[in-house]
C-alpha cells in the first residue's frame, strides 16, 4: 500500500457567522476592521485530514496545509498546525487578487512540489462561491475529483467518498491520487488544544512564492457591482382580526 | 445546493429565542398546578375587589384601539389564551387571572392603576415572563398589566452613548439597534431573546458581564415610573450625573413592581467592543478554579468581561439533553469560561496568550481551547447558557437556589446539598427518588452560584430538606439568598435570612408611602 502524503489548501474569508457589509461604491463587501476565519469547508477539510492521519497512523507519510495570501493568514496555518496538521506554508502573493484559476495553479505547482497523491479541499469559498478550484485542480493535474464529499474512507490504496445529491447518496471510488472537497455534513471541525495553540505560535512556517511556483497570477475577471439580496417574505393574507389571531395559532406563533 | 444554509446555524439571538421564548403551543400541554392548590398557606386576602365586566369596560375605553386587553370574562374568549400571562417560565407556578391589559402608552398605565388603587382591585407588573422565582405571574386573581406593546426606542446620542426607551423592548433587540451604532447594551443574559428591559430593571438583573459593566444601578440614569396611584414620575434624564436630592429610581431598581410601574428607562451603554474572545478551560479541582480567577485577573484587568464556572455535572447534562460540540474530550471535575473584549486585537490575544501559558505551565489548568471563530465562540457560550434548558429537559422540574457566596467556600454548597439529598433518600438513578441529580454553575466572577436540583417532578419531600436548610447554609456565611434572580414568590418567606428585621421593617414602612391600598404585587417580595 503507497504511502499518502496529503495537500490541504485552505482560505481566509470573513468569518462566516458576521453579516456583510457592502461598500460605499458597490463594489465589494466591506472587509475592514472585521474579523476574518478559515472558510467553514476549509477548516472541515483540515479536520478530515487530521482524522485521516489519526486513523491511518504510519501511511499517511505527510500532512500539508498551504494556503495563499499575505501574513496576515499566518493566524490561520497555525490554527491548522495546532489541531494537528503536520507542516503548514504560505505562498505569499502580496496585495493580488486571487481568482480561482490562479489558486488551481498555484495548487498544481504545489502538488508537483510536494508530490502530493490527495488533495483536500473545500467545496467553496463562503465568499464567492465560486466552487470551481477543485474541478480545476483535477482537470489540469489529470486526477479523479470527488466533490462535495460527505463521507470519505480510505481502503487499501482506494479511496472511497459518499456525495449527497438531490436522489439521496451517491458512491464513487477511485485509486489515489484523488481530489476530495468537503460538504458540510463530512465532519464537525475539533476546537484547537490550547497547549498546541501556544506550540504552534513558535513553529516555522514554509514561505513560497508565485515566482518560486512558476505561476503567474493574472486577473481575468472584473467584479462590475455588489447588492444586497432582495429581502423575500411569505405573506399570508387574511380578513379579519379574529382570523389573524386563528392563523397565527396555527402557525404556532401565539 | 447545499451551501451553508443548510448547517444549522442558528444566529444568537434566535438562539437565546428557543431557549427562552415560550415553545409555542407546546408549552402548555402540561400545565401546573394552580399556585393556591401548591401552597394551601396562600389565600387571597379579601380586601382586593373581585374583577367584575364594569371593570373591563373601563379598561377596554382606557386602552382603546392601540392597546390590547384579553377579557376572560368574557365566554367567548378562548381561556387558554390567558396561560401565557398565568404561567411561569418554569412551568411552576400558574395563576388565575381573568384580564391581561396590555396597555400602549404611559398614560393608558397611569389611568390603569388610578382606577385599580381606587377599586382596590390587586395587579401584577408583567414583561417579558422570563423570571425565576414566580413574580411575574398572578398568584390568584391579580390583573395582569404586561408591559409587552410599549416596545419602543424613542432616542439614542451616539456621541454619549444614552439611550432612552420603553419598558417593552426586548432586551435583543435593544441590544441589536445599539449593535448598529457600535454600541452595547450594559445587560446580558440567556433570557435576552424574550426579557424586556423594564423587567430586568424591576430585578435588577445581574446577567453575564456584570463583572465588567457593572449592575443596572450604575447604568440607568434615569426612569419614568408610575406610581400605584397612578401619579406618573418623569426622572427619565440622560445625565451622567444628578446629584440633587434622593435617587429615587433606586428604589424602583430591583424592585420587582411592588412599588410601582417602570414605563421607561435612560441607560448608559459602552461601545461595542471590536474584538472579543472566549477560552474554556477544564480545571482540576476547585482550589484550582480559584487560583485560575485569581491569575485571570491579574493577567486581563481591564479586558476581562465574563468568568463562569460549570461543573461537570452540568456538562454532562448539555452533552445529554443538546447537540453541542465538546469543547475538550476529557472530562474535567471543572470548567471554566472566560471571555475577553477590547478595542484591540492584538493587544487581547498577547495578554491571553501569557494568561494561559501560565495557567498550563503552573498546571492550574489541565486543558482548554480558545475559540479560532465567531462560530466557535458561540458553541463555548452555549455551553454554559444552555445548561437552563437542558435541566428543564432532564426531569419535569428544577430547584433552583441563586445566591451569593464568599468564593473559598462557593461550591461547599454544592457538595452539602448532594449529600444532604442522598442522607434523605431524595436522590439516586430510580423513579422512586424525585431527584436525578446537583448542579452547580453561576457568574463565578461575581461570587454568585446557580444551585440546581432537577427533579422527575416537583416533590414536597425535596422541599422539606432543601428549605430552610439551603438559606441558612447561606445565612451562615453571610451571603445572599438571592444574588440575582430576586424574591418573587419563591423566596419571600426567607427574605429574613439576608436581610435585618429593621432593614425588612423600612421597606414596609416605605411601602406604604407607595403603594398604601397594597395593589401592587401581593403575596410576593417582602
Known sequence: MSKIRILVGVKRTLDYMLKPRINATKTAVD????????????????????????????????????????????????????????????????????????????????????????????KQAIDDDAHQTGGMLAAM???????????????????????EIDGGEETLSSTLPAIITTDLRLNVPRFANLAKVMKARKAPLGKMSPEDLGVTIDQRLQTVSVSEPVQKRQNIMVKSVDEMVKTLKELGAL | MHSLQCRRVIPFGKLSLSLHAPRNALRFVHKPAFTFESYKSLHRDPKYAKLSEQDVQVFKSIIGKDGSLID???????????DAFNIDWMNKYRGKTQLALKPKTTQQVSEILKYCNQKKLAVVPQGGN????????????????NLGLMNQI????????????????????????????????????????SCQVGGCAATAAGGLR???????????????????????????????????GLDIKQLFIGSEGYLGVITKLSVICPKRPSSTNVAFFGVPSYENVLKAFSETRSH???????????????????????????????????????????SNKEHDEQKITALVEDLLEKEIISDGVLAQDESQLRVLWERREGITECLAKAGSGVYKYDVSLPLPVLYDL?????????????????????????????????????????????????????????????????????????????????????????????????????????????????
Open chain 1, 31 to 122: 472587509l475592514s476592521g472585521q474579523k476574518m476565519s478559515i472558510n467553514p469547508f476549509c477548516d472541515i477539510a483540515v479536520e478530515e485530514a487530521i482524522r485521516m492521519k489519526e486513523t491511518l497512523k504510519n501511511r499517511i507519510e505527510d500532512t500539508l496545509v498551504v494556503t495563499a495570501g499575505q501574513t496576515s493568514s499566518e493566524p490561520i496555518l497555525r490554527q491548522c498546525l495546532a489541531k494537528g496538521i503536520g507542516r503548514a506554508a504560505l505562498i505569499n502573493v502580496g496585495e493580488k487578487e486571487l481568482e480561482p484559476l490562479s489558486v488551481a495553479k498555484l495548487l498544481k505547482a504545489t502538488v508537483e512540489k510536494e508530490k502530493s497523491n490527495l488533495v483536500l479541499l473545500g
Open chain 1, 141 to 163: 493535474l489529470g486526477w479523479p475529483q470527488f466533490t462535495s464529499a460527505s463521507k470519505v474512507r480510505i481502503e487499501g490504496d482506494k479511496v472511497i467518498v459518499t456525495r
Open chain 2, 72 to 82: 376572560g370574562l368574557d365566554k367567548s374568549t378562548d381561556p387558554a389564551d390567558l
Open chain 2, 130 to 145: 422570563t423570571g425565576l422565582v414566580g413574580g411575574s405571574v398572578p398568584v390568584f386573581d391579580e390583573i395582569v398589566l
Open chain 2, 154 to 193: 424613542h432616542t439614542f446620542d451616539e456621541i454619549s452613548g444614552v439611550i432612552t426607551l420603553d419598558s417593552g423592548v426586548i432586551l435583543e433587540n435593544a441590544d441589536n439597534f445599539l449593535a448598529e451604532k457600535g454600541y452595547m447594551f450594559p445587560l446580558d443574559l440567556g433570557a435576552k431573546g
Open chain 2, 210 to 244: 456584570l463583572l465588567r459593566y457593572g449592575s443596572l444601578h450604575g447604568s440607568i440614569l434615569g426612569m419614568e415610573a408610575v406610581l400605584p396611584d397612578g401619579t406618573i414620575l418623569d426622572n427619565l434624564v440622560t445625565l451622567r450625573k444628578d446629584n440633587t
Open chain 2, 300 to 342: 486581563l484587568t481591564e479586558i476581562l468581561s465574563a468568568f463562569e464556572l460549570m461543573d461537570n455535572t452540568s456538562q454532562t447534562l448539555v452533552d445529554k439533553y443538546s447537540g453541542t460540540q465538546r469543547p475538550l474530550e476529557d472530562e474535567h471535575p471543572f470548567y471554566v469560561l472566560v471571555e475577553t473584549q477590547g
Open chain 2, 414 to 526: 454544592v457538595n452539602d446539598t448532594k449529600k444532604r439529598l442522598i442522607e434523605f433518600n431524595l436522590l439516586d438513578d430510580t423513579p422512586e427518588h424525585p431527584v436525578i441529580d446537583v448542579v452547580g454553575f453561576g457568574h463565578m466572577g461575581d461570587g454568585n452560584l446557580h444551585l440546581n436540583i432537577a427533579v422527575r417532578q416537583f416533590d414536597k419531600r425535596v422541599e422539606k430538606c432543601l428549605e430552610p436548610w439551603v438559606y441558612e447554609w447561606v445565612s451562615r456565611h453571610r451571603g445572599s439568598i438571592s444574588a440575582e434572580h430576586g424574591l418573587g414568590l419563591l423566596k419571600k418567606p426567607f427574605v429574613g435570612y439576608s436581610k435585618s428585621k429593621e432593614m425588612i421593617h423600612l421597606m414596609k414602612t416605605l411601602k406604604n408611602v407607595f403603594d398604601p391600598n397594597g395593589i401592587m404585587l401581593p403575596y410576593k417580595y417582602v
